[in-house]
């Protein structure tokens, strides 16, 4: 073999433009020693590529954040609500959960008869120390028919008062509290008395300005007379009176306790007391509407347990909560009265008196009072003014 001539031959292959493209492990840049020389630390880690969220991922833990804080703050709320409906409960006068008649089952599906009271500071029996009540209010919960019954009881309306013969029917709050109320109510009418709301007029502005106020529907222009001057009697000389005109309008506390409790409109001389109570059912009924709206669910942590201050109830706070589902869920609204003719000072049943008892229950169609009549009793879709 000559010399220089190698063994094998080298046959040149693959493609002729390019190079193949080899495996070859990262590599990492030197660092540099003090004297200059590279200092080799051996390949670099391949980077691990970073996985952007999809849309999918942001909206599923957007829901999950989102129901989280809906639990925190219905947490929040209930807490504050049952503070408020505990401090109601103890503040309920003894004896009046023996005079109530025992509901068994839900109220979200039963039917309910609620006895609201109203309550004053500034009129008090001087002898027995006891609080005038100042308007009495039974309210049916019908859920099956998504229907409230408002009945107002006239406070003149003459009854038998049980241990004291005939009285006006407010006369039994101040001879007995609020269980000889509770019994001469359900001996009057005949309806089960399940539970008491008494409300404190002292605290009524409060609660409804603690509502951010309410909007309430005057079905006619009102002037009071000098009785309802909130001044003293030298200023009330000239005082023009209060004054609400048609429509809807927006009440604070203060005016909406005045609506409910003027006595004399000077621009209508039929107004009667019988008006009176009409104006104190939108009141009620505002304030329910109001209390179970989604703006009062918002603050419910913050105004919760103030909500319940001007009440004493015996009403637990999931009764409550199911009162307002029932309220919310409500399509429609009937307003009775409970009254009869004017005779000296006294109100005396009048024939429909039976009549509206059976509305009520919801056996008989509602019939408005008849024509012409102040105190007369009956039921109608609208205020009875």
């Known amino acids: 073999m000559p010399r220089g001539e190698k063994p094998y031959r080298v046959y040149r292959g693959g493609r002729v433009k390019g190079r193949v493209p080899l495996e070859t492990r990262p590599t990492r840049t030197p660092e540099r020693r003090p004297d200059g020389r590279a200092r ?39 807490v504050a609500f049952a503070k408020g409906v505990h ?5 309920l006068p003894k004896g009046v959960r023996a005079a109530l008649v025992k509901q068994d089952g839900l109220l979200l599906s039963k039917s309910t008869y609620i006895l609201v009271m109203g309550t004053d500071h500034a009129q008090t029996n001087a002898r027995s120390g006891l609080r005038h009540s100042d308007s009495m209010m039974v309210v049916r919960t019908d859920p099956k028919h998504h229907r409230l019954y408002y009945l107002s009881i006239l406070r003149d309306l003459r009854v038998e008062v049980p241990g004291y013969g005939t009285q006006k029917i407010n006369a039994a709050y101040q001879f007995g509290g609020a269980p000889l109320a509770i019994r001469t109510v359900r001996s009057v009418t005949g309806l089960p008395i399940n539970h008491v709301v008494l409300v404190d007029f002292a605290d009524f502005r409060k609660l409804i300005d603690d509502l951010g106020g309410i909007t309430v529907n005057v079905p006619e222009a009102i002037r009071s007379n000098k009785f309802d001057c909130p001044y003293k009697p030298s200023q009330c000389a000239r005082w023009p009176g209060w004054r609400f005109h048609k429509g809807p309008q927006h009440m604070n506390g203060q005016r ?51 909500l319940m201050r001007p009440v004493a109830t015996d009403l637990s706070a999931w009764q409550l909560l199911q009162l307002g589902w029932v309220k919310f869920r409500s399509g429609s609204t009937i307003h009775c009265r409970l009254g009869g003719t004017a005779d000296g000072g006294y109100i005396l049943r009048d ?7 059976l509305m009520v229950e919801g056996k008989s169609a509602p019939q408005p009072p008849a024509a012409g009549s102040l105190f007369g009793s009956g039921c109608s879709n609208k205020v009875l003014g």
């Not at 630390?41 to 809906?70: A, D």
């Open 40 to 78: 080799y630390r051996g390949p670099e880690r391949p980077r691990r590529k970073t996985r952007r969220w999809g849309w999918g991922r942001i909206v599923l833990v957007g829901v999950i954040v989102l129901l989280v804080l809906i639990a925190l703050w219905g947490a929040l709320s209930y």
């Open 87 to 91: 401090a109601a409960n103890e503040r």
């Open 256 to 306: 909406a306790l005045v609506y409910s409790r003027i006595r004399e409109n000077l621009l209508n001389p039929s107004d009667s007391d019988a008006s009176r109570a009409g104006r104190q059912q939108q009141v009620v009924q505002a304030i329910m509407s109001k209390a179970s709206g989604p703006g009062t669910l918002i603050k419910m942590p913050f105004v919760g347990d103030n």
């Open 351 to 357: 024939e429909e008196a039976a009549n509206v008892l």
